[in-house]
T-cell receptor
Framework: QKEVEQDPGPLSVPEGAIVSLNCTYS??????FMWYRQYSRKGPELLMY????GNKEDGRFTAQVDKSSKYISLFIRDSQPSDSATYLC?????????????FGRGTSLIVHP | DTEVTQTPKHLVMGMTNKKSLKCEQH?????MYWYKQKAKKPPELMFV???????INESVPSRFSPECPNSSLLNLHLHALQPEDSALYLC??????????????FGEGSRLTVL
């Protein structure tokens, strides 16, 4: 079993829809959670970073963590075609003195006009 | 624009060639990383340098040889690669020590094709 599981999609939605992207994780030691966004042929960029259980909001994006069920979600309100990308959830663990993210396989999101 | 710069953006090489990928960052980060990413897969960690010293090698074949000449530069030397090594190679950097939050700053990647 992979430590971070994520449905690869693709998830196709119309513009303006509310999008829900989800991950589950198995390692109870995970304390921090992140969402990276990766556009086609580009490197990933950090979108959201959360530490504790609960919600964190940033504009149209809301990250939610439920540590009791080991479930991570990213909600996108009023989705736009520019949100079309692959979304990777991740959790960093300390290894060799550095925090190394363990990535999910990513969910491909397509927002069509 | 990303603050981690990778060159070249595209590279095609034969199995007997020797080439290098280069990465540069000027954010003062002291940890630098090489990742390999195949299509529709997450990035896979290859190497981590911390304060210019190799701290993690994820059992990468010796045909990949990393080098960190100084705190801003990271190279990946390639020799005798196989077609299955074709992938997007991503460089990343991060804070180190007490300021390390696990946030990585990625470059745009070097797309490698091995013929």
């Amino acid at each position: 079993q992979k430590e971070v599981e994520q449905d690869p999609g693709p998830l196709s939605v119309p513009e303006g829809a509310i999008v829900s992207l989800n991950c589950t994780y198995s390692n109870s030691a995970f304390q921090y959670f992140m969402w990276y966004r990766q556009y086609s042929r580009k490197g990933p960029e950090l979108l959201m970073y959360t530490y504790s259980s609960g919600n964190k909001e940033d504009g149209r994006f809301t990250a939610q963590v439920d540590k009791s069920s080991k479930y991570i979600s990213l909600f996108i309100r009023d989705s736009q075609p520019s949100d079309s990308a692959t979304y990777l959830c991740a959790s960093p663990t300390l290894s060799g003195g550095s925090y190394i993210p363990t990535f999910g396989r990513g969910t491909s999101l397509i927002v069509h006009p | 624009d990303t603050e981690v710069t990778q060159t070249p953006k595209h590279l095609v090489m034969g199995m007997t060639n020797k080439k290098s990928l280069k990465c540069e960052q000027h954010m003062g980060h002291r940890a630098m990383y090489w990742y390999k990413q195949k299509a529709k897969k997450p990035p896979e960690l290859m190497f981590v340098y911390s304060y210019e010293k190799l701290s993690i090698n994820e059992s990468v074949p010796s045909r990949f040889s990393p080098e960190c000449p100084n705190s801003s530069l990271l190279n990946l030397h390639l020799h005798a690669l196989q077609p299955e090594d074709s992938a997007l190679y991503l460089c990343a950097s991060s804070q180190e020590g007490k300021r390390n939050t696990g946030e990585l700053f990625f470059g745009e990647g070097s797309r490698l094709t091995v013929l």
